[in-house]
């Protein structure tokens, strides 16, 4: 291995170190932003690890011939030191604003589905309860109507026999009569049969 396989090693690595937190820092952030995203961190985290082994693995393979050294953890955690001082404030702040702007992108992808279809569904709600009340108020003129036609003829087909059913018909007091002097002659029996115990 010649100096300049280990040149290229060293700054790889270096480089690897502040593109793994540069990445880590990134997703994390825009993931906690967002509360349904939240729910994925835990497979997100496992993604970043196998893709950042692959990645180191296939960096050690191209520089020093797969050669897996202690240094390689070394110059990774020195990669990403030096990223932690340098550019981490800027890429935390670099998600943050993306985070914003997907919110207002979201909000303005509601704000037009709200316009473009809730708004309309709701309108066609209102016009259509409008029309059923409408509707039921008419119904309900019509059915007055119609009752109203009916009682009067009613009245009409009955009145030759209304006076038969009126409450001061005869019959009705015969009736009425009947009736006491049954009730009347059933107490008296009552009475005489308890008097004779």
């Known amino acids: 291995m010649n100096a300049g396989q280990n040149v290229a090693y060293v700054l790889w690595m270096l480089a690897s170190g502040a593109a793994m937190g540069a ?4 997703y994390n952030t825009i993931s906690g932003g967002f509360r349904w995203l939240r729910r994925l961190r835990p497979l997100c985290d496992l993604a970043f690890w196998l893709a950042a082994a692959v990645g180191v693995y296939l960096l050690t393979f191209r520089t020093i011939d797969g050669e897996f ?39 303005l992808v509601r704000r037009a589905l709200e316009m473009a279809v809730v708004w309309p569904l709701r ?30 003829a009613f009245a009409v ?29 059933a107490s008296n029996w009552l009475i005489q049969s308890r008097s004779v115990r």
């Open 23 to 26: 990445v880590f820092d990134w």
């Open 123 to 152: 309108l066609v709600a209102r016009l259509l309860m409008a029309v059923a009340v409408a509707l039921y108020r008419v119904g309900v003129m019509v059915e007055n109507a119609a009752c109203r036609v009916v009682a009067i």
């Open 69 to 107: 050294r202690i240094w390689t953890l070394v110059l990774l955690a020195v990669g990403y030191g030096l990223y932690r001082l340098t550019l981490r404030r800027r890429v935390v702040r670099g998600a943050f604003a993306v985070v914003a702007v997907l919110r207002f992108v979201a909000r």
């Open 157 to 185: 087909v009955t009145f030759p026999v209304r006076r038969y059913v009126r409450r001061d018909a005869a019959w009705r007091k015969k009736l009425a009569a009947w009736q006491e002097d049954l009730w009347q002659r």
